[in-house]
């Protein structure tokens, strides 16, 4: 099956800051990799996706590329504020309505 | 987005009873829900997929006698935590994806904290 991988585990920045989560993927037949951010005792929120027909999507201080040949994605947040503080969450799948599997997640912290 | 809705948010049971959690989705029809499972600090972990009409698939190491589903209808999973223990407690989520969309994106549920005492 899928084995995603997320680093770095936990990340502290500083406001302002660009902060960088990187995953890897295991099945070259995923073509699906959505980034989720879930603060405390909440559900996971989409933040971003990307399909495997695409290097790169941003979305105002959001941007994910991916490197299907190398299968590995990042999730670029710039600018970053402390409401960014949260644990975030990449995910990798092979179709539509097929199960998403997760990746270990990163605790970000924004420091003010 | 679509709305996925989960109930109760909060349970807390003692050993061996059994506790039932609802998945709903509100505005579309989910032929497939997921079900996972996430303690303090860690990932989200799959445990099932939950199929309507039909058996759900349980992840390897999921006991599936256990952790029953049922998947009645197409806005509607059920996860019953049958013989509840202490280590039963954790965060449940559900997930759901818009099967009319085409679309991958997946919305979960609000998630229900389970606390065995």
């Known amino acids: 099956g899928e084995n995603v991988e997320q680093h770095p585990s936990t990340l502290s920045v500083q406001e302002g800051d660009s902060a960088v989560i990187k995953c890897t993927y295991s099945?070259?037949?995923?073509?699906?990799f959505p980034w989720y951010k879930q603060e405390l005792g909440k559900r996971p929120q989409l933040i971003i996706d990307i399909r495997s027909n695409v290097g790169e999507k941003k979305d105002q201080r959001i941007a994910v590329t991916l490197n299907k040949t190398a299968k590995h994605f990042s999730l670029h947040i710039t600018e970053t504020q402390p409401e960014d503080s949260a644990v975030y969450f990449c995910?990798?799948?092979?179709?539509?309505?097929?199960?998403?599997?997760f990746g270990g997640g990163t605790r970000v912290l924004v420091k003010p | 987005g679509a709305v996925v809705s989960q109930h109760p948010s909060r349970v807390i049971c003692k050993s061996g009873t059994s506790v039932k959690i609802e998945c709903r989705s509100l505005d579309f029809q989910a032929t497939t829900m997921f079900w996972y499972r996430q303690f303090p600090k860690q990932s989200l972990m799959l445990m099932a997929t939950s199929n309507e009409g039909s058996k759900a698939t349980y992840e390897q190491g999921v006991e599936k006698d256990k952790f029953l589903i049922n998947h009645a209808s197409l806005t509607l999973s059920t996860l019953t935590v049958t013989s509840a223990h202490p280590e039963d407690s954790s965060f449940y989520i559900c997930?759901?994806?818009?099967?009319?969309?085409?679309?991958?994106?997946?919305?979960f549920g609000q998630g229900t904290r389970l606390t065995v005492v």
């Open positions: 099945d070259s037949a995923s073509n699906y």
């Open positions: 997930s759901a994806r818009d099967a009319g969309q085409g679309a991958a994106e997946a919305f």
């Open positions: 995910a990798a799948n092979k179709a539509a309505g097929n199960k998403l599997t």
